[in-house]
């Protein structure tokens, strides 16, 4: 079996570099949180480590209204969680077009038995909230019980304006719900629930959380826990109104998944420790490197960043399309096996057509310059041309 110091040409004499947009690097201090015993249920302990991430994540998300409730689950069980609560088979949502994930989270709903409308989304680009007006407008019945908005897509590496989305749907006059979607960035950048009038968030521990997968929560306010207790969707598991409970093994409908709570608590203790202005400016900072590398890179022709307007960029991930003929799965299989930095692949649609860098969590501009030496290094072993100068041109950019 091959762990993080083993490859299929042998042992490592370092760790691989971790640079996919999720599962991210897990930082030390996490990793041994985890490693400790388990407590048993009726620990005081166990109820504080509950409470510190309850009140972590509730700070990192801006609310101080919303109750946060979370699973042991990925991110697409707390999808799941709020489809089940918010909307009955047969109910309407709207989602807003911005990538794969927003197009995933349709198709989960429709799975569901939820009619899923769709606003068209722009390759590279981000959601545009006129759209959503528009559709809120069309909808004179009042049919549409939420809309649902990823702030950044993993896939397309593009940030939306979840601000926006609030303003057009407040312009309808429609009292649809806001359900914002902060897997990919929680923690890289910032997001403001109460602020920006977003009645549900939905995050997960393996991207900017620096956590492994596994747990994932909503922040859910008054008027989307009322709207759940109307919904007579049947549901167990995932039922917002029993988790909402001071008793532990109600939260988590069973036993709490101990040591990743231990590893969020750290997760959030390091982010707290470097303050979140420092964290955000961190990601900014290190994604600028990644930009101006990708575009060194670009002036040979063979790729390209992917979302052209640079204030639409994540911060979280860098998406680079390549031409029609590069095969860019050999290349990363070359950076993880001969260079030992895992990057990822495109999804859906863009499957064969880009690769992704991941910089969000704890990437310090070092392991960022270490990261795009080994993807340089792999597009030269491959054959594939680039620009010269990258490295200089990222390094530029961090003094910058």
């Known amino acids: 079996m091959k762990d993080s110091l083993t490859t299929e040409r042998g042992f490592l004499a370092g760790p691989q570099f971790l640079h996919t947009p999720g599962p991210t690097h897990v930082p030390d201090a996490v990793r041994e949180a985890m490693a400790r015993q388990c407590m048993d249920l009726s620990d005081p302990r166990l109820a504080t480590l509950i409470a510190d991430c309850e009140r972590g994540l509730a700070r990192l998300l801006g609310t ?24 009955a088979p047969g109910a309407r949502v709207l989602v807003a077009g911005s990538g794969h994930f927003a197009e995933a989270w349709a198709v989960h709903a429709e799975a569901l038995g939820v009619e899923a ?59 649809a719900l806001l359900v914002a979607d902060v897997i990919a960035s929680l923690g890289a950048t910032p997001f403001r ?67 990743l709570l231990a590893g969020l608590r750290a997760a959030l203790g390091l982010i707290a420790a470097e303050g979140e202005d420092a964290v955000f400016a961190r990601h900014r900072r290190v994604a600028a490197a990644v930009h101006a590398a990708v575009d060194a890179w670009s002036r040979a022709g063979a790729l390209a960043l992917f979302v052209a307007d640079p204030a639409a960029r994540a911060v979280s991930v860098t998406t680079i399309a390549v031409q029609p ?57 491959c054959g594939i041309a680039i620009g010269d100068g990258a490295l200089s041109r990222a390094i530029e950019a961090l003094d910058g």
């Open 64 to 87: 101080g209204q919303a109750d946060v409730l979370m699973y042991a689950a990925n991110g697409h069980g707390a999808w799941e969680a709020t489809i089940v609560n918010l909307a």
């Open 325 to 381: 003929g590069v095969d860019i799965e050999a290349m990363r299989t070359v950076a993880r096996e001969r260079f030992h930095v895992a990057v990822a692949g495109g999804l859906g649609p863009y499957a064969g057509r880009m690769f992704r860098i991941g910089h969000l969590g704890d990437v310090h501009p070092a392991m960022a310059l270490g990261a795009l030496a080994g993807v340089e290094a792999a597009l030269r072993a």
């Open 193 to 259: 629930m109460d602020e920006w009038g977003v009645n549900v968030a939905i995050g997960a521990s393996q991207k900017a959380l620096m956590g492994p997968p596994g747990l994932s929560f909503t922040a859910v306010d008054a008027r989307a826990l009322q709207v759940a207790r109307d919904n007579p969707a049947p549901r167990a598991y995932w039922d917002w109104n029993k988790r909402k409970s001071d008793l532990l093994y109600r939260k988590f409908c069973g036993t709490p998944p101990q040591g």
């Open 117 to 175: 409308l769709r606003t068209p989304a722009r390759p590279g680009q981000a959601l545009d909230p006129a759209l959503v007006e528009a559709a809120l407008r069309a909808d004179t019945e009042r049919r549409i019980v939420a809309v649902f908005a990823v702030h950044t897509d993993t896939a397309s590496g593009v940030t939306s304006d979840i601000a926006a989305v609030r303003r057009a749907m407040d312009a309808s006059g429609h009292p």
